[in-house]
Nanobody, 127 residues
């Protein structure tokens, strides 16, 4: 069992930065792939970024490429999403998720492949 707790959200102006953290409990977290998803009001949850258990595979959605960076520190059971050059369209609740089995890179993009989810953290970017 893995429990995830996100932090670092908040209100920022356009062009600003935030660093989201997701702290996990459970000794097996280092063996899990991790993803970030976001959901804006009235919208479906969408993929933002993913990282494999060993950090060798990192992918971000085209909408945030060049602005968001995803990393992990398995020694601290924590992953980080550095978000720069934020835009109003980045406003959403951001969720951290962990899953044990991903047979392809594309599998990381699907929310159904993640077994554990955090409660979410609100990111609001003002124009």
């Amino acid at each position: 069992q893995v429990q995830l707790v996100e932090s670092g959200g908040g209100l920022v102006q356009t062009g600003g930065s935030l660093r989201l953290s997701c702290a996990a409990s459970g000794r097996t977290f280092s063996t899990y792939g991790v993803g970030w998803f976001r959901q804006a009001p009235g919208m479906e949850r969408e993929f933002v970024a993913a990282i494999s258990w060993n950090g060798r595979m990192v992918d971000v959605d085209n909408s945030v490429k060049g602005r968001f960076t995803f990393s992990r520190d398995n020694a601290k059971n924590t992953v980080f999403l550095q978000m720069n050059s934020l835009k109003p369209e980045d406003t959403a609740v951001y969720y951290c998720a962990a899953g044990a089995t991903f047979y392809s890179k594309a599998a990381y993009y699907q929310a159904r492949n993640y077994a554990f989810w955090g409660q979410g953290t609100q990111v609001t970017v003002s124009s």
